[in-house]
């Protein structure tokens, strides 16, 4: 696996500054002129996902994960600081543990979320696949697996 360079870091900070890490889905909301701020979304509303660490005194960015990224870089701070990771967005967050955890606890959010999935009838075959965080739920599968090693 290829080194992840963590685009949110200050300087003199490294990923063992943290005690715990979260993935968010944000978006970039703009103001009136030249003003933008990125704030958690809900996950059907991101533009990309933050990485956020929590250093005991607050929480400050660690990284703004490229597509396909977010899992391998989730992993990498993982396995450089044993430091457990959880979801968080504007309508929940997740308990935390490891990478492959937390994609066990986005499928069951993501099946208690499917409409009619307690009744068959009204139940569609790309339902799980179709919603907002089974791509997360993949990205952090792929990465516990070594399947997007680059």
Not at 35 to 56: K, L, M, Q
Not at 94 to 121: K, N
Not at 141 to 149: E, F, H
């Amino acid at each position: 696996m290829s080194p992840i360079s963590f685009n949110g870091l200050s300087a003199g900070d490294s990923p063992a500054s943290f005690r715990r890490f979260c993935v968010s889905p944000v978006r970039i909301e703009r103001g009136n002129h030249y003003d933008e701020a990125i704030e958690v979304c809900p996950p059907a509303e991101r533009a990309f996902w933050s990485i956020y660490g929590d250093t005991g005194q607050g929480w400050q960015l660690v990284h703004d994960a490229e597509v396909g990224e977010a899992g391998r870089a989730l992993l990498a701070l993982e396995v450089a600081t044993g430091a457990p990771v959880h979801y968080v967005d504007c309508d929940w967050r997740s308990t935390g543990g490891t990478v492959a955890g937390l994609a066990d606890r986005l499928a069951e959010r993501i099946h208690d979320e499917i409409p009619g999935y307690d009744g068959p009838e009204d139940f569609r075959d790309d339902d799980f696949e179709n919603h907002p965080l089974a791509e997360l739920r993949e990205l952090l599968l792929d990465a516990t697996n070594g399947k997007d090693q680059k």
